[in-house]
């Protein structure tokens, strides 16, 4: 029998659970900070509000739930030949798992729209789950963590969120590159050589000119249809040089003519002078080979790096103008971001970025000489824990370097030794972990010890 | 096209996550102070490892996940009068959600007993999916937060999940009463009319005791193949009266001759003696009734009822000799209690017991006069936060009084209105939500109003 987790999902063990916990907390008291509100959706959702958000691939990769009980009924298996795993797939499960947070959240923005207060900013951080073949890095199942305005057009939200990039990477004390772009740009090289159809292949291939360089992203450009005219107009663009504002000069130049492109650059400018001013500590930069997957961008869309470990997007998002539409509610622009939580943690882990603190472990340990002693401990315990002291009973009368090891392995600080001298003095030894010392005392004094 | 939540789930929108989050973080609180490590493990499990753990009714209730990709590969569609959805259901789904914190904590005691620090004392609050039929206070997907001590015999780790089940509710101001029983005793009453076959349809009707009453419970046992006779053994049993020494002592004569009752019994008592030293503020009460359905239980088990509000149980759980044996590893006794965080919520919504401050909203909101001015409040918003004051601007230049509107409905307590003479003068003036007193200061003097 198979009684492993399954293939691309994990167990995490307290110390693991400890960092995951550092980093949500870090990442939640940033955005509280910035007055975002917490919402949680389900896990299930009926497939009709899944399916065609994300494209054919993710349409693949949705996990899918079996109807309950007799799930074959209606299903007409009289003719063997006719049946294929495609055909009967919805007919035998009508409900899957959250593939990402930002299409529930549309449906639940829809939903609930008479109860929020627009624009609406929430936070989401929860997991969500893709039949992907797992590999290094990618897991099956993984935790979002989402923070969108929605309701709102302005760009002091795409603002507020490279400041909620920048405070969340500061206090986590990782250096970061936070990449922008701007999806009208994009649609407007695929305007300004007449192919606006070309718009997906366009971005797919520049997407990679990092990972294969520009020869190889002009190979592909022509493999996917575009012509050398087509490059030739295509080419100063991938060439774009200097700070942003340089690049963002010689943009308005060669897009001078298409009102998409000029609307785009005026967008990014906007973010750009206002964040200026305000003094940001990560690297912000023009990217033009940043495209972002998913269809449904409409504006600014963002990307983050570390600066000093190489693993991909550890952040992205963008702006989205319609989203809501497909659940039936029109004009509701919104624009958010992802925080990768799992790459977060590998770039912290590598970086050895991890706090020495957060291991907020037991603070004593009473050792356990038998049924009388236990007893006495374990009221004195209670006293501790009233004072916020955690502190916890070894529960069996084991040997005594059994128990000093349990405390170490959990280091604990400190343990305290209570015999029969002590019980008829009232008093505990104490003895530190780390230094070895041994100390008699009475509760009040131990007490003390933890508030100083 | 259906795009609400599937039947059974739900969205929760900010001021019920604020209340969620409270009662998560009170008894996370609790754990840690005791010295309790939190845990994850995946929400997805080979059904192997569930299967055959919670019995028929509960093997029926978990929802399966088609397999992905072309899940009829390999099933045989020949002859469809052979095929029916129970015979084909393990072929196109091997994997499933979780349906309890336990069974998978068991699991993961297996597959990582190497790093483990025994005795282990874990938490894990994560949710849960049943495929039952969804109605008032029963979902498809809901959180259970469990602690449980595995690697111990010790009598100690019952004592400390009754104060741990004290605290908590001590917490959260709601009265509770701990009805504690034992496996053992329940054994012993089928033993003593010679039925030891008989024990789960005995527990299961007298389990129903202050539901129906005393004489359709005996009518029940009557029915399911007891005698006159063994009622005539069983009927002091159902009768014990007084505090919970007089029960334990006539139940000491009742079973008098029987190891596993007298066994059950001592543990209880030890139980008890050791916590009236305590003086915990819950009521601890003897319950000869209680159950508990799964049969994984061999020893002490819980439940608590709230005092004031009736609905039904809202923790439980108890001893459990051998459940990693199944996953290949024998010896490792546990016990553990499980907090049902929805049936807590709505106790405490009934008896109105959320205390106020929980709603911890943004501080102070820069209302939008345009462009210029709302530069500058990004600016100040900046400060602020870097002072752990949350803060936010409106995102665009509303009228004034949707963007008050929106303050108020989030009950934003500050609005800070910077216009041109404010931008001159580098004041900023600020205004009192409840009292509506506006008054001129510089950001130095509103840092201070929230350090007050």
């Known amino acids: 029998m198979n009684y492993s987790v399954v293939k691309g999902t994990r167990d995490f063990l307290p110390n693991q659970m400890i960092k995951r916990n550092y980093i949500f907390n870090s990442i939640k008291s940033i955005f509280e900070l910035h007055g975002f509100c917490p919402i949680e959706t389900p896990s299930i959702e009926n497939l009709s509000t899944l399916m065609g958000k994300y494209g054919e691939e993710g349409d693949r990769l949705i996990y899918k739930i079996l109807n309950s009980?007799?799930?074959?009924?209606?299903?007409?298996?009289?003719?063997?030949?006719?049946?294929?795993?495609?055909?009967?797939?919805?007919?035998?499960?009508?409900?899957?798992?959250?593939y990402d947070l930002t299409v529930p959240f549309a449906r639940?923005?829809?939903?609930?729209?008479?109860?929020?207060?627009?624009?609406?900013?929430?936070?989401?951080?929860?997991?969500?789950?893709?039949?992907?073949?797992?590999?290094?890095?990618?897991y099956r199942e993984f935790y979002q963590c989402d923070v969108d305005i929605?309701?709102?057009?302005?760009?002091?939200?795409?603002?507020?969120?490279?400041?909620?990039?920048?405070?969340?990477?500061a206090k986590?004390?990782?250096?970061?590159?936070?990449?922008?772009?701007?999806?009208?740009?994009?649609?407007?090289?695929?305007?300004?050589?007449?192919?606006?159809?070309?718009?997906?292949?366009?971005?797919?291939?520049?997407?990679?000119?990092?990972?294969?360089?520009?020869?190889?992203?002009?190979?592909?450009?022509?493999?996917?249809g575009l012509d050398q005219e087509d490059i030739n107009k295509i080419d100063p663009i991938l060439k774009l040089s200097?700070?942003?504002?340089?690049?963002?000069?010689?943009?308005?130049?060669?897009?001078s003519e298409n009102e998409t492109g000029l609307k785009g650059i005026e967008?990014?400018?906007?973010?750009?002078?206002?964040?200026?001013?305000?003094?940001?500590?990560s690297n912000i930069e023009f990217d033009i080979t940043l495209a972002r997957g998913l269809n449904y961008y409409t504006g600014c869309i963002f990307e983050v790096k570390a600066n000093d470990f190489s693993i991909g997007s550890i952040t992205g998002g963008g702006r989205y103008d319609n989203l809501t539409g497909v659940f039936g509610l029109d004009n509701m622009s919104g624009v958010g971001i992802s925080f990768g939580a799992d790459r977060i943690y590998d770039c912290l882990e590598a970086l050895d970025l991890f706090p020495k603190e957060i291991n907020n472990t037991t603070k004593l340990l009473f050792i356990n000489f038998g049924e009388r002693e236990s007893q006495k401990c374990i009221e004195y315990a209670r006293i501790l824990r009233k004072n916020n002291i955690s502190s916890e009973t070894y529960p069996d009368k084991a040997k005594l370097q059994k128990q000093m090891k349990y405390a170490n392995d959990k280091n604990i600080p400190f343990?305290?030794?209570?015999?029969?001298?002590?019980?008829?003095?009232?008093?505990?030894?104490?003895?530190?972990?780390?230094?070895?010392?041994?100390?008699?005392?009475?509760?009040?004094?131990?007490?003390?010890?933890?508030?100083?």
Do not use: H
Not at 268 to 280: A, P, R
Not at 424 to 431: R, T
Not at 435 to 451: A, K, V
């Open 69 to 98: 009980g007799d799930f074959l009924k209606g299903v007409d298996l009289s003719n063997p030949s006719d049946i294929n795993y495609k055909s009967i797939a919805n007919k035998i499960a009508e409900k899957g798992l959250r």
């Open 108 to 138: 639940f923005v829809v939903n609930n729209r008479n109860e929020l207060n627009f624009p609406f900013k929430r936070y989401q951080i929860q997991p969500v789950w893709r039949a992907d073949r797992p590999q290094k890095g990618r």
């Open 150 to 169: 929605i309701g709102s057009n302005s760009l002091l939200n795409e603002i507020e969120l490279c400041e909620i990039i920048d405070e969340v990477f």
């Open 172 to 224: 986590l004390n990782l250096n970061i590159t936070i990449k922008l772009n701007n999806r009208k740009i994009l649609s407007s090289i695929s305007e300004i050589i007449g192919k606006p159809e070309m718009l997906t292949d366009i971005t797919v291939a520049i997407d990679k000119i990092e990972k294969i360089g520009y020869e190889k992203v002009i190979c592909e450009l022509l493999e996917r």
């Open 242 to 255: 200097g700070n942003n504002k340089d690049k963002i000069s010689q943009l308005k130049t060669i897009l």
């Open 267 to 281: 967008e990014l400018e906007t973010v750009f002078n206002s964040i200026d001013k305000l003094n940001l500590s």
């Open 415 to 452: 343990v305290a030794l209570i015999g029969e001298r002590e019980i008829e003095e009232n008093k505990i030894m104490v003895k530190n972990m780390i230094s070895g010392e041994q100390t008699l005392m009475d509760i009040n004094q131990l007490i003390e010890i933890f508030n100083l």
